[in-house]
């Protein structure tokens, strides 16, 4: 526990600018064992700079949501369960070789890094479609990097496409509420002439 906590105090600080708390840059999962058997401080932002701040946030949320004994990687059990959650349950071995395509420093377990390498390879369309790894990228709901770079242009295209759509909607909405407010104003008008016709007549 106290290990823990003393990670937890050590967090966003490092060599490189200090980030936010709480910022993808300060995840405690971020601090990576070097060969040299130092540490050094893992800037998620620095480092994978193909993705935006909102998509690393979003990943960082995913991963932590699924990091169950909050100790700053993702095993197989809970590499099971997240499987078992976004619907595309893994064989053990089917599992094992999801970790394994990613396991750089080789601990059999996902460090947040390693977790943002599964989204880099479905970006670049390195990843078979048949595999755990492109499952997970795809059903994760981080839609830029599920298919490549050609699905990242689609996904920016269609949401182009979709605030086109809805400016258009307010637009229409726009227009009603400016008619309803004309014709409010010619009733107010034709009243206000009514009354003037009929107080002229009483005279």
Do not use: C
Not at 76 to 95: F, I, N, S, V, Y
């Amino acid at each position: 526990m106290a290990a823990a906590e003393e990670l937890a105090g050590r967090r966003g600080r490092g060599a490189e600018p200090g980030p936010a708390p709480g910022s993808p840059a300060g995840v405690r999962a971020g601090l990576e064992g070097s060969p040299g058997g130092g540490r050094r401080v893992f800037s998620p932002a620095g480092e994978f700079r193909e993705f935006s701040r909102r998509q690393l946030r979003d990943m960082e949320r995913l991963f932590r949501q699924y990091d169950a004994g909050k100790d700053g990687f993702i095993d197989l059990m809970e590499l099971k369960l997240m499987m078992e959650k976004l619907g595309a349950p893994q064989t053990h071995l089917g599992l094992k070789n999801m970790i394994k395509e990613v396991d750089e420093d080789l601990d059999s377990k996902l460090s947040f890094r390693e977790f943002l390498l599964i989204f880099r390879k479905a970006a670049a369309g390195e990843l078979q479609e048949d595999s755990g790894l492109h499952a997970l990228a795809r059903l994760s709901e981080i839609d830029v990097s599920t298919e490549g770079v050609k699905g990242a242009k689609n996904f920016f295209e269609a949401k182009a496409q979709a605030i086109h759509e809805s400016s258009r909607f307010e637009e229409e909405i726009k227009a009603e509420q400016e008619e309803k407010k004309k014709q409010a104003e010619e009733l107010k008008q034709r009243k206000a002439a009514f009354k003037e016709l009929q107080s002229t007549f009483k005279q």
